[in-house]
């Protein structure tokens, strides 16, 4: 039945199910498994990291066990690096997408663009505008950054919806789920 939660998103109850078969059976690595696949999905990922090596220590030959280690393990080194966006997907990507780069053109013709992004900069390297108006904490900076997001969204909905794809994409792909 977890199998099938995780099948239709379904993760928190996907979660309780294998949960439960645990308490019934300690030593059922497929529930430990499909634990860690579920908890991955949530992106709780040291739980998930736990619950397949739990898995692996009951069956240690299984493939997709550590594949799906390594991918929670990569997952949360991702989301915690300094560089790391924890969207799970790759910059490089989206920054060679001719789509994107089309659209950031044509945005940093924007005067209000230019004036956001020189603002930005100014206050990074510690310039004239820095706290005088400028992004002198971080709520200031995500509001910038929303500013960024809603300008994009109106030059360009289909590029939005095509990263929002991407991203969901991404989050779920490399998952391996065993069928039996």
Do not use: W
């Not at 308490?23 to 040291?46: C, F, M, Q």
């Amino acid at each position: 039945r977890a199998a099938a939660q995780s099948k239709l998103n379904k993760y928190s109850e996907a979660i309780k199910d294998c949960k439960r078969a645990i308490e019934i059976d300690p030593k059922y690595s497929k529930a430990y498994g499909r634990l860690g696949l579920a908890l991955t999905s949530v992106n709780k990922y040291e739980e998930a990291i736990t619950s397949y090596q739990k898995a692996l220590d009951l069956d240690p030959e299984n493939d997709s066990y550590k594949s799906n280690l390594k991918i929670a393990e990569q997952k949360l080194r991702d989301m915690s690096s300094p560089t790391g966006t924890g969207l799970g997907f790759d910059m490089a990507s989206l920054i060679n997408n001719p789509a994107f780069i089309s659209m950031a053109a044509s945005l940093m013709q924007n005067p209000q663009v230019q004036q956001l992004m020189s603002g930005m900069m100014s206050n990074a390297i510690g310039g004239p505008a820095a706290g005088v108006g400028g992004l002198s904490d971080l709520s200031s900076l995500i509001h910038a950054g929303q500013q960024f997001a809603q300008q994009i969204q109106q030059q360009n909905p289909e590029l939005i919806e095509q990263l929002r794809n991407h991203v969901r994409s991404r989050s779920f792909s490399g998952s391996t789920e065993e069928h039996s």
